[in-house]
């Protein structure tokens, strides 16, 4: 009885704290949703909590009725895309020989991949490089490659490929897989949540990075809606810009933040649910006995 007296105040006590880190979590998010949707004069006065106070969606109709802003989330998309999966697979592919202790040069390449943790080439040495030596400016390889490899990434990958049983690859082996065999049949099927973990990684940097394109893009049309929304936030205080009377500029410049950060954070959390369920790496226990 005193073990179970005591295990449910854990699970009450667990059950409240975890409650409050959701809150906690979660508020901000439904603070700018409000915003996004509240009036001018509302924002200002400060009356918006979680709930929209003289409800209006004139900000999200000015930026949806622009005709380019469907054209750069679909240069998003397909930024995110292609940068995925170039990402994961250069990523998996780097990681998996550097978890080997078998493998040749094994530990001599790891310090190499720890050093760019800490070192980098700096902002103009890393311009010229993509745009004069690769010639890469204003492609949307400017924008995919540079980024492609993370050290940090390539570290967690390779800590969960050295965590796997070595059994597993033996008796491959012993079945007449090849290393590349292992690879792409054993390893990767196993690694379902270090693959979901880089997935996500890499989809949220490449969706919210603005400061590349507006370094690398010249011509307009290949922006992501990241810089697409920056332009519109550093112009919503012009008139001309927004094509509205000055009320309208006056409520688009109130809400105009909070409207731009839901537009471009609400798909990477429409897709999180269908990720997160792969975080959890019990799927190896019992895949081998003995």
């Not at 998003?76 to 202790?101: E, Q, R, W």
Request: a positive charge.
């Amino acid at each position: 009885m005193k073990e179970s007296t005591s295990y449910r105040t854990f699970e009450v006590i667990n059950g409240f704290i975890m409650a409050l880190v959701v809150i906690m979590t979660i508020y901000p998010f439904l603070y700018l949703v409000a915003q996004s949707f509240s009036s001018e004069a509302a924002v200002y006065a400060g009356k918006v909590t979680i709930f929209p106070v003289e409800f209006t969606a004139q900000t999200y109709q000015v930026i949806l009725s622009k005709p380019d802003f469907f054209r750069y989330y679909g240069n998003t998309i397909m930024y995110a895309v292609v940068g995925t999966i170039i990402s994961v697979a250069a990523t998996a592919v780097m990681s998996y020989p550097l978890s080997k202790d078998r493998l040749r040069l094994n530990k001599f390449f790891i310090p190499f991949v720890l050093f760019t943790m800490y070192f980098g080439g700096g902002l103009i040495p890393n311009y010229l490089l993509i745009a004069k030596t690769l010639h890469m400016r204003d492609s949307m390889w400017a924008i995919i490659i540079p980024g492609a490899i993370s050290a940090f990434n390539v570290i967690l990958m390779k800590t969960f490929f050295a965590s796997l049983p070595n059994e597993v690859e033996e008796a491959a082996t012993v079945d007449g897989l090849g290393i590349y065999g292992i690879f792409m049949r054993i390893t990767l099927p196993l690694s379902k949540p270090i693959l979901a973990t880089m997935v996500l990684f890499s989809m949220v940097s490449i969706w919210n990075n603005w400061f590349g394109p507006s370094l690398y893009l010249e011509s307009k049309d290949k922006w992501p809606v990241a810089l697409y929304m920056k332009q519109i936030i550093d112009s919503a205080v012009s008139p001309t810009e927004v094509g509205a009377n000055s009320d309208s500029v006056a409520q688009i410049a109130a809400t105009i933040k909070s409207s731009a950060m839901v537009l471009t954070s609400l798909p990477i959390i429409c897709i999180y649910p269908f990720v997160q369920k792969y975080f959890v790496q019990g799927m190896m226990i019992g895949s081998v006995k003995g």
